[in-house]
């Protein structure tokens, strides 16, 4: 009978350990998890500043542009003759 119990208090041990493992197991996925959706977060707040950026550039350099041709396209129409 001491041997049945002793089998007994071992496969509760292992069960134990293989519990408390699972969990230690469990709990450092979920710091993974975590750590990889600030770093996702993170680079697609970047990712959207350095393309507000370039459309922020783009938008000025048009708009002189704009004015650039606008001001040429009047100094067309203001030219002797119409300028054509």
Known sequence: ???ERASDQIDILIER????????QRHIEDLWKEST????????????EAWYGHHEHMRALHSSLAREHEARARALLEEPG???
């Open 1 to 3: 009978m001491d041997v």
């Open 37 to 48: 959706q600030r770093a996702r977060e993170k680079w697609r707040r970047e990712n959207a």
């Open 82 to 84: 119409g300028g054509a």
């Open 17 to 24: 350990r293989h519990l408390r493992a699972n969990a230690e």
